[in-house]
């Protein structure tokens, strides 16, 4: 018995290694999901620069600086005109539709106005509900117009008196060249991997309460649940050690991202991630002692975790309950540290906190899943029961297979959990993080080394602002660059001496602004409040030399900038990150569980009934049967996220119920016969987990609505089509954000019954050859 314990850890670590190779789920989960996943991911962000956006332009003038106006927009590398409508209708049925993210209105007699001094307006419209794209598309627009505008013919000069205008020196920190995918992929890959890893753990776990044999496991380990437990999640620690190894390679490799920090503390903060999620796995495993029931809360808990984490949307603007549930999430930590060593190249002894962090989780995740193990290790452990189905006539009608369908959802607790209850879990849980919609009161660093007049109204200007406020007042700049590597701070301003002297003679005042765009919402929206600030005093000081009827106000500013451009923000007005990213994200999630559970479906007739059970499910009858019962029990979700949480949470929505019911039929239906063909291979029903559940941040960004479609390579945009996704979310956030009609959205409509058509058609074929099992002898 001694040499049992003593050598036990390597006797559980082979029984495990052993049970991977021969099981087949098992291997796809630990090597294939995660190198799929980071395959397409890769393929996805592999234009870092995002160029030729599609806009489109309405040139109401029609005249030779028009033309310089739609060249310059033209020739920007960001930005490409895709169509040029005779008016703005026009330019709004695109932007509706998708043919163009953006559009620029040139007005009538613009360059009649320009010539008389009076300072024309050119308005960019962009989508603002297609949050990067449109942004994108409006930076580039506005540089685009503004290099036009630099370039027109100087008119006549004004002898005058004007200050000198106060400028914006722009010195970004951390990621220079605003790379997408040093920001997005570094956090996303290991985002991906810690779903894969907390399923992997309960995985192991759970199916030692059903295919496989606790009592046999216990005994490997010498009846000790101490070594039971660290021999059989070793040899998972050990294979997404490696996958760790290649997503750094992947953004350190592949696209040469420099890595500027400590490896060491970011290794151990890997080595302490993968632990604490492979613990937690397990542990949800002993609570549930169910695996597929398991494996669903697994998904509930981690499938969220990027919103938490504080990668799109800043922890500093959550919600105090979204903070703190971030908080026991070991991936918000090491989230942290990896930005701060990999992307900032912070002192080690700044990412401390978020160290001891996530080792007290792994800590404590580890121990509360062996103090579990050791209570039920000394209980009989009885298998489950499973009941035969009865296989009753061999054709069914289709009322009699929706009736059994239906039935058969609300008796099984992993279909109903997944189908019924999930998506009004996500429905309350995910928005959390993004609930207060806007960043304000970001922390700044002013640097006076003026100390004048001037320098006092642009600390006061600055900090009255809703974007930032005034938190330090350092003496150096070193002092406030530490401040910054700190996180006290997020963006620096400097006074330099002379500000006021170098205003006061009539000549440019500049002002640097060194701002972190490590996190690309804070880089945007910290320069956002300084610039405002900013333009505010550059504004007054114009306005107090001006005469009282603001002529020479008027006739200054049509000589520094004589069109004034205007970006108006589309559906989404207020720049509200929930609203953008929640309704794109609630479609995905039914799709998910709808497709889970479905295919979990066609594991559980196997389960219950073998190969007869599955031919007799497979029927033209009983596959269109089984697929309205799904959509019945679905609608209500469909309901819940795309008319009830709008209006609750806030988040823009319109009123077409009709076309939102015409589009979510096809829809519901599509992934319900895509998971009645797939499950038709499954001979488990914790299967469909497993392989599905860690797929869902990689399809997110197939969509569009994140990631643009230029960048997206044609034939992985191709591919994505086989998914309704890509159709049914583009569509549906057309309709209910930006209130497209039925018609903007008629080709995601009929891709949508396309994929309807095709996958019920396979879900028969599938159903009556997959009966033998040939596929998936092993799940």
């Keep these: 018995m001694a040499s049992v314990r003593r050598f036990g850890i390597v006797d559980i670590a082979v029984r495990e290694v052993i049970w991977i ?8 989960l630990v090597v294939g999901i995660p190198l799929i996943a980071f395959s397409i991911l890769v393929a996805i962000f592999n234009n870092a620069v995002i160029r030729d956006l599609r806009v489109d332009v309405v040139d109401q003038d029609r005249s030779n600086t028009s033309e310089t106006f739609v060249q310059a927009i033209s020739s920007a590398p960001g930005v490409n005109v895709a169509r040029r409508s005779s008016d703005l209708n ?12 953006a559009a620029v209105y040139i007005p009538e007699n613009l360059e009649r106005d320009i010539t008389k001094g009076r300072r024309p307006q050119a308005v960019i419209f962009f989508n603002k509900q297609f949050f990067t794209p449109g942004n994108v598309a409006s930076s580039s627009l506005q540089a685009a117009i503004s290099a036009a505008v630099a370039d027109l013919p100087a008119g006549p000069q004004s002898t005058a008196y004007t200050p000198g205008p106060l400028v914006v020196e722009q010195y970004v920190l951390t990621n220079p060249a605003l790379n997408y995918a040093q920001f997005l992929l570094r956090a996303i890959l290991p985002t991906v991997l810690h779903v894969v890893i907390a399923i992997s753990g309960g995985y192991a776990v759970g199916s030692e309460f059903g295919s496989r044999n606790m009592r046999e496991w216990l005994a490997t380990a010498g009846d000790s649940t101490l070594i039971a437990l660290v021999g059989k999640l070793a040899p998972y620690f050990g294979i997404f050690l490696v996958m760790m190894a290649v997503g750094l390679g992947i953004i350190h490799g592949i696209f040469e991202i420099p890595f500027r920090g400590n490896p060491v503390l970011v290794g151990s903060a890997a080595c302490l991630l993968i632990i604490a999620y492979l613990s937690l796995g397990a542990l949800l495993q002993l609570l549930a002692r ?15 975790a990027f919103g938490f984490a504080g990668v799109g949307f800043p922890v500093l603007a959550m919600s105090i309950f979204a903070r703190a549930w971030g908080a026991i999430l070991p991936l918000r930590w090491y989230i942290q540290i990896l930005f701060d060593q990999a992307a900032r190249g912070v002192p080690a ?4 906190q978020p160290f001891m962090m996530i080792g007290g989780l792994a800590v404590v995740y580890f121990g509360l899943a062996w103090l579990r193990l050791r209570s039920i290790a000394g209980h009989t452990l009885r298998k489950p029961v499973k009941t035969p189905e009865q296989d009753g006539p061999g054709r069914i009608g289709i009322a009699r297979a929706f009736a059994e369908e239906y039935g058969r959802i609300i008796r099984d607790r992993s279909a109903f959990s997944l189908i019924v209850l999930a998506p009004i879990i996500y429905g309350v849980f995910y928005p959390q993080p993004y609930l207060r ?3 304000k009161d970001i922390p700044i660093a002013i640097v006076d080394d003026d100390s004048s007049e001037v320098s006092r109204m642009l600390i006061q200007a600055v900090n009255v602002g809703e974007a930032v406020k005034v938190a330090l007042r350092p003496t150096t700049l070193a002092e406030a660059q530490a401040a910054l590597a700190r996180r006290e701070v997020f963006g620096i301003l400097s006074i330099p001496a002379g500000t006021q002297r170098e205003i006061l003679k009539g000549d440019q005042a500049r002002l640097p602004a060194y701002v972190d765009s490590a996190y690309f919402l804070l880089y945007n929206r910290t320069l956002q409040g300084i610039q405002e600030g900013v333009g505010a005093v550059g504004t007054d000081l114009a306005a107090r030399s001006a005469r009282p009827d ?8 049509a000589k520094s900038s004589p069109v004034e451009v205007l970006n108006q923000p589309l559906f989404n007005p207020t720049g509200g990150y929930g609203s953008y990213i929640v309704p794109a994200a609630f479609l995905l999630i039914l799709q998910q569980t709808l497709l889970m559970g479905s295919a979990t479906l066609g594991g559980v007739t196997y389960e219950q009934g073998g190969g007869s059970a599955r031919r007799r499910r497979g029927t033209v009858s009983a596959v269109i049967g089984q697929s309205l019962a799904h959509l019945l029990l679905a609608l209500p979700g469909y309901a819940l996220f795309l008319v009830v949480l709008p209006r609750v949470y806030g988040f823009s929505a319109n009123s077409h119920v009709l076309d939102l019911i015409v589009l979510a039929i096809p829809f519901i239906l599509s992934v319900s016969f895509l998971g009645q063909f797939i499950g038709s291979w499954f001979k488990r029903r914790e299967t469909a987990v497993l392989l599905f559940i860690a797929i869902s941040l990689p399809i997110f960004f197939l969509v569009g609505v994140a990631w643009p479609l230029e960048a997206i390579p044609p034939i992985l945009r191709t591919a994505s089509f086989i998914l309704p996704s890509t159709s049914g979310i583009d569509g549906l956030v057309r309709v209910n954000q930006m209130g497209a009609t039925l018609a903007d959205v008629s080709k995601d409509w009929m891709r949508l019954w396309v994929l309807t058509i095709v ?15 040939r596929v998936s002898d092993a799940r």
Excluded at 90 to 101: F, W
Excluded at 349 to 352: F, L, N, R
Excluded at 550 to 557: F, M, V
Excluded at 761 to 772: N, P, R, T, Y
């Design 21 to 28: 190779w021969r099981d087949k789920v098992a291997l796809l």
């Design 90 to 101: 026009g330019a709004m049925h695109a932007v509706r539709s998708g043919e163009a993210i």
């Design 290 to 304: 169910n695996l597929a029931f398991g494996l669903s809360l697994t998904g509930i808990i981690c499938s969220p």
């Design 349 to 352: 002894a700044d990412s401390a």
């Design 437 to 439: 919609q806007l960043i």
């Design 550 to 557: 603001g002529s020479l106000y008027r006739a200054a500013l």
């Design 759 to 773: 996958y019920a058609i396979l879900a028969v074929v599938a159903a009556q050859m997959g009966s033998g099992g």
